[in-house]
């Protein structure tokens, strides 16, 4: 299995419910490709033992589009799931996300909150080894055993435009664990750092590299799109289509 794959527009993955826009040229475009080098030749984050990484470059989310989500995962964790996860819809991932946070729920909440198809989408979630059923009540399987990310890192690139870039960065929080914006380098002055310190968001430069690492934020997953990379990370990890950094 590659060390490092990336999931980009020439890898066709839209069967498996992965959608990634297309490269645009531009300057930013140009920022992203040197960073995906840059990393691929200094290794700047340390990569737990047993893990992947798959980095994914503008994939679709209700949010938008980030322009690189870096993905850490367990092959160990992801090795033990069967196949049925692979038919696991989104609403499938909102279920098993809200069971993990809200603990052991009986049918009938969860038949007031979700509404259709929850005995069906519960069922299948059994088969996936990822719930279990006592008596009138559902609960979530141990986390460490169905969710196998560590770390999620989103990068927003901006030429121009900080601000926007912070506000894009600090909504990337609503799935990553770690949230950065990626400029050519940092204007003078402290406005920009003091701007993204408040809001635990980090700095990298191309001029310098990293300038200011994020605040550790609440651990993963932090919504069911935090699921949705766990999923997509691991159904890519076997497919001989992946283009390498």
Not at 5 to 15: G, P, R, W, Y
Not at 96 to 107: A, K, N, T
Not at 173 to 182: D, K, V
Request: overall charge positive; some cysteine; aromatic content about 10%.
């Amino acid at each position: 299995m590659k060390s490092t794959t990336l999931i980009d527009k020439t890898c066709n993955f839209a069967s498996l419910g992965i959608f990634i826009r297309p490269i645009r040229s531009g300057p930013e475009s140009e920022l992203v490709t040197w960073f995906l080098k840059w990393f691929s030749e200094t290794n700047p984050i340390k990569i737990p033992r047993g893990c992947q990484v798959t980095i994914f470059r503008e994939p679709k989310l209700e949010s938008g589009f980030p322009d690189l989500v870096i993905v850490i995962w367990s092959v160990k964790t992801a090795c033990s799931w069967n196949e049925i996860r692979n038919d696991l819809t989104q609403e499938d991932i909102r279920l098993i996300h809200y069971l993990v946070r809200e603990g052991p729920s009986s049918y009938s909440e969860l038949n007031a909150i979700f509404s259709y198809n929850v005995a069906t989408r519960l069922e299948k979630l059994k088969a996936a080894n990822m719930v279990r059923q006592q008596t009138n009540f559902w609960s979530a399987r141990p986390l460490s055993k169905i969710f196998a990310v560590r770390r999620i890192i989103s990068i927003e690139a901006k030429i121009n435009e900080l601000g926007t870039a912070l506000e894009q960065a600090h909504l990337n929080t609503w799935f990553a664990s770690h949230s950065y914006i990626l400029v050519p380098r940092v204007p003078r002055g402290k406005n920009l750092i003091t701007a993204a310190r408040a809001l635990g968001i980090g700095i990298l430069a191309k001029s310098s590299g990293i300038v200011e690492a994020p605040l550790l934020p609440d651990e993963l997953p932090r919504s069911y799109a935090s699921w949705l990379f766990n999923e997509w990370a691991w159904k890519t990890a076997f497919c001989e289509d992946l283009v390498t950094t």
